[in-house]
């Protein structure tokens, strides 16, 4: 079992940045993938990253492309999400998941526990 708690989420202006943290509970978590998935209002959920268990491989969403960076620490179970050069189209309740297959997935349905999600909201 693995439960999982955003953090870091809030108002920011356009250009500006966030850091999002994933703070995990359970010792394994350090064997399951970490995706982030946002959702922004009237709109399906959205992948926007995931990294590895062991944090060497990552892979983003083309929105976001250049302007995120997804990280972990395993001494600390925890995932970070840095979000920079932030748009007003970031606007969205963020997400992170844990997938305990070794190959890492972009789709919801892969991923086995969620967290409550953190409010980011991008003014103009």
């Known amino acids: 079992q693995v439960q999982l708690a955003e953090s870091g989420g809030g108002l920011v202006q356009a250009g500006g940045s966030l850091r999002l943290s994933c703070a995990a509970s359970?010792?394994?978590?350090?064997?399951?993938?970490v995706g982030w998935f946002r959702q922004a209002p009237g709109k399906e959920r959205e992948f926007v990253a995931v990294?590895?268990?062991?944090?060497?491989?990552?892979y983003y969403g083309d929105s976001v492309k250049g302007r995120f960076t997804v990280s972990r620490d395993n001494a600390k179970n925890t995932v970070y999400l840095q979000m920079n050069s932030l748009k007003p189209e970031d606007t969205a309740v963020y997400y992170c998941?844990?997938?305990?297959?070794?190959?890492?997935?972009?789709?919801?349905?892969?991923?086995?526990?969620w967290g409550q999600g953190t409010q980011v909201t991008v003014s103009s």
């Open positions: 990294v590895s268990w062991s944090g060497d491989r990552t």
């Open positions: 359970g010792r394994t978590f350090s064997r399951y993938a």
């Open positions: 998941a844990a997938d305990s297959n070794t190959v890492v997935h972009t789709k919801e349905l892969w991923y086995d526990y």
